[in-house]
């Protein structure tokens, strides 16, 4: 058996087995949460909804489609850290071009994030998937 009909088998037992494909999603969505959580920038004031104690995972199996993973930050500032800022300005509305390197020093964190951790999830998910599997493989 090649490589390729290795992943061609796998991929049928996705359909065939969805309640595994979820459970092996979900483990590898919540490793992803983690790995997140740790890159994630942590700032120096005390105040409610951290940006790295606000990510929240849920899952949705729909009947009759695949299963998904939704991750996302709830925190109202996440935005503005994700992003960045553009032209920043003082309390009083005036333009502070020097605060632009230091308030965009984490854009695309999210992103940097998980390119990083990718691979290793994915070959968690595809290693309990197979090892649910395992069993149905003639």
């Known amino acids: ?7 061609k088998k796998l991929s049928d037992f996705e359909r065939r ?3 595994d494909a979820s459970d092996s999603l979900e483990e590898g969505a919540k490793k992803m949460v983690k790995a997140i959580k740790r890159d994630t920038p942590i700032g120096k004031s005390n105040h409610k909804r951290k940006l790295n104690k ?27 850290v994700e992003r960045g ?3 920043p300005k003082d309390s009083h509305g005036n333009p502070k071009p020097e605060w632009q390197n ?4 984490h854009k ?6 998980v390119q990083k ?18 069993g149905h493989i003639g």
């Open 1 to 7: 058996m090649t490589i390729d009909d290795f992943c």
């Open 54 to 80: 606000s990510w929240k995972m849920r899952m949705i199996n729909a009947w009759g489609k695949e299963p998904k993973a939704e991750i996302r930050n709830i925190a109202p500032h996440y935005h503005l």
């Open 17 to 19: 087995y969805p309640a």
């Open 108 to 113: 695309g964190f999210l992103e940097k994030s």
């Open 117 to 134: 951790n990718w691979a290793g999830v994915k070959r968690t998910m595809e290693t309990t998937f197979f090892e649910k599997v395992r």
């Open 102 to 105: 230091a308030l965009n020093k």
């Open 85 to 87: 800022v553009k032209n």
